[in-house]
């Protein structure tokens, strides 16, 4: 094969590997479209550069034939640094190509963009020796960040949360840490940490939302993370339910934060005379009877279960994966929102939606984070050690 088909195939290869996870030479070969003597070369520099890992599947079948193999990204090719910079104490890991974290640590709160490079840089090099994982095995750094993000040129365009306008965070970071970096928005990077580490490796089509202070949500099409015409898809927390409803934030009335999002219900709470100090205090009051507190994770759920049954409609996912980051757990917020959405969908939609509530680990945003990194390593870093090393002997 010339340098220059192989390069192309061996993009065509990785970004099948991004869609599907798992993935053995044939299913490659069928879904590419290229021949399986070309895979079989592909996949055979790729494993010698480690990128790719072989494994035997069990097939259902008993008998006939050799054992299928399979073959994904293989976890020890290299490392990531994921952080979560949010305005509480953010949590720095560093994680391996499967998104297992081998080393995490805290760093303090700080909005001021260069101050926090020079943080992440410290991070970075305490992980480092405390795990010890050569620096040369680090392939980037992923940033996300709450807000609007220009993920091609690295800038967060505006954070309320952080008081940022136009910060050009991962040029920042790659000066301070001497690392490649990157950075993406929270929910979008939720939804890729989901495909690449997480529940969906398996899904081509699935939604994911954040139940945070405000409602996240981010949406893989076709095995692609849908981003819209200019990156804003995904902004159900501004979905209107109620034209007359509570003033939101973005100058809206009735928008989904203002009933379902952590920081509206707490609100509401101590507007009520409640004490509680986070939603799950809220919860425990729901608990034990409290009629505000029923009031408030009802209307909440209800609010939440509307909004994803609409979407649900509309975009046909196999699967909405929600993210508990505030702390409901399994109380009366999540088991109207349930109720609500199975109320609402058509009948063809309730048998083939999954809806999954899953409480989160504390490293779960920048686990996150960490496969913003990865992403884009594979989709970019990756084409130039081909170049530099594997096409030379071809
Ligand atoms: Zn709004």
């Known amino acids: ?87 509480t104490p953010s949590l720095v890991i560093l994680a391996d190509m499967q998104g297992n974290v081998v080393g995490e640590c805290e760093i303090p709160p700080s909005d001021a963009p260069q101050k926090l490079a020079t943080t992440i840089r410290q991070a970075m090099n305490d992980l480092l020796r405390r795990t010890g994982v050569p620096r040369s095995r680090l392939l980037s750094i992923g940033i996300a960040v709450t807000g609007v993000v220009d993920e091609n040129n690295g800038v967060c365009r505006y954070s309320a949360a952080l008081n940022w306008r136009d910060v050009p965070i991962a040029e920042l970071v790659k000066k301070a840490t001497g690392a490649e970096a990157y950075v993406g928005n929270d929910a979008n990077a939720v939804a890729i ?29 076709e095995g692609n993370l849908y981003r819209g015409y200019d990156g804003g898809a995904g902004e159900i927390g501004h979905v209107t339910l109620d034209v007359n409803g509570p003033r939101c934030r973005c100058g809206k009335n009735g928008c989904l934060d203002m009933y379902a999002g952590g920081t509206a219900m707490l609100g509401l709470a101590k507007a009520a005379g409640l004490d509680c100090q986070t939603v799950h205090d809220l919860e425990g009051l729901a608990t034990v009877g409290n009629a505000k507190a029923m009031s408030i994770l009802r209307n909440g759920g209800q609010a ?6 609409s979407l649900i409609q509309i975009n046909n996912p196999k699967c909405v994966l929600f993210a508990d980051v505030e702390g409901f757990g399994k109380g009366i917020f999540q088991a109207t929102t349930r109720q609500v959405i199975e109320n609402n969908i058509l009948p063809r939609f309730l048998a083939s939606t999954e809806i999954v509530f ?14 913003v990194a990865a992403q884009q390593y594979l989709r970019t870093g990756i084409v130039s050690r081909v170049n530099g090393s594997t096409l030379q002997k071809s």
């Open 304 to 309: 939440l279960g509307l909004a994803v049954a």
């Open 193 to 221: 940490g989901e495909k690449l580490f997480g529940r969906a490796r398996d899904l081509r089509h699935f939604s994911s939302l954040i139940l945070g202070g405000n409602i996240g949500c981010a949406h893989y099409i």
């Open 1 to 87: 094969m010339n340098a220059g088909l192989l390069r192309s195939s061996f993009i065509v290869v990785i970004e099948a590997y991004l869609q599907h996870g798992m993935l053995s030479r044939s299913d490659l070969a069928a879904l590419t479209g290229i021949s399986r003597s070309a895979i079989t070369e592909i996949t055979q520099n790729l494993l010698d550069m480690g990128l790719l890992q072989e494994f035997p599947v069990i097939q259902e079948k008993q008998g006939r034939g050799r054992p299928a193999v399979s073959l994904r990204f293989s976890a020890s090719h290299g490392y990531f640094i994921g952080v979560s910079v949010t305005d």
């Open 358 to 371: 899953h409480q989160v680990e504390r490293s779960f945003l920048a686990r996150a984070a960490a496969s």
